[in-house]
Every structure is written in structure tokens, then in C-alpha cells.
């Protein structure tokens, strides 16, 4: 069975660690040309304008994770230390 090709879309849920007006009522992710971001959306407020947006968003890029971070020592110890003896 193949996957589905999510190539150019996205899809948001609602967000069930709502704890104030200001956070976002649907959170999800979103694919564009390959590209990965995530997405917060607000519904429109009671009483406002019907013409209003019904939902407005907010789209930030992914951030690919970087090998080697997040509390990793190793990494820095990978340089070339030009006095150290070499062990054979």
C-alpha cells in the first residue's frame, strides 16, 4: 500500500492545551514544495465582524534538527588537537 502524497497540503486539530485567549484555538503542520512548517490558527471572535476572516493563522518554518546538539559533549570532542599524543 502507498503513502499518500502530502506534497502541498497541510491539516490543523484543536488544540487541547488551550489555556488563554491569546493561544491558538487549531495547531498542525503544513507541507509546501517539500518545505515543513507549523501552523497556529484563531477562530474569529464572537460578536466580531461576519465579513471578518473566519479563521486567521500563523505559519512558522520547521527547524531541521542539527546532529549532534542537545546536550551532546561528543561532538566537541571530534576536533583535531594538534598537541595531543597519539595513541596506537
Not at 497540503?9 to 507541507?31: C, I, T, Y
Not at 460578536?47 to 546532529?67: D, M, V, Y
Amino acid at each position: 500500500m502507498s503513502r499518500p502524497d502530502n506534497k502541498n497540503r497541510g491539516a490543523v486539530w484543536k488544540n487541547d492545551e488551550k489555556q488563554s485567549d491569546r493561544h491558538p484555538d487549531f495547531r498542525g503542520s503544513l507541507d509546501i514544495e517539500g518545505m515543513q512548517y507549523w501552523i497556529d490558527a484563531w477562530k474569529r471572535k464572537p460578536g466580531a465582524n461576519p465579513k471578518a476572516p473566519a479563521l486567521s493563522f500563523s505559519i512558522k518554518r520547521k527547524e531541521p534538527r542539527q546532529p549532534g546538539r542537545a546536550g551532546s559533549y561528543r561532538r566537541d570532542m571530534d576536533d583535531d588537537i594538534p598537541f595531543a599524543p597519539e595513541l596506537r
